[in-house]
């Protein structure tokens, strides 16, 4: 359950977007349909680096389109991306 809570609390950056995206070989498009969030904001947010600056709602929908599609954010000092084991739960 504390992992679980220390996910939906990480902070989403641009550098992690990115990350995630290079590994699902994802173009900015691919996201911006699997998140239904418009492809002009996913390219606002991922051209300032750091903290995303957007809505509680659109970093969910983000994080949650990655996630469907096997992403997992890890946590800690270093937070960062990876792909989830197959056949693995979280």
Do not use: Y
Request: proline share 3%.
């Amino acid at each position: 359950m504390r992992r679980a809570s220390l996910v939906r609390n990480l902070v989403m950056t641009s550098e992690l977007v990115r990350a995630a995206r290079a590994l699902l070989r994802w173009e900015q498009r691919h996201l911006a349909e699997a998140s239904s969030v418009s492809l002009p904001t996913i390219k606002r947010l991922e051209a300032k680096p750091g903290i995303l600056v957007a809505h509680n709602s659109t970093v969910t929908a983000l994080r949650r389109a990655f996630e469907a599609a096997g992403i997992e954010f890890t946590n800690g000092d270093q937070p960062g991306v990876r792909l989830r084991r197959i056949g693995h739960k979280t």
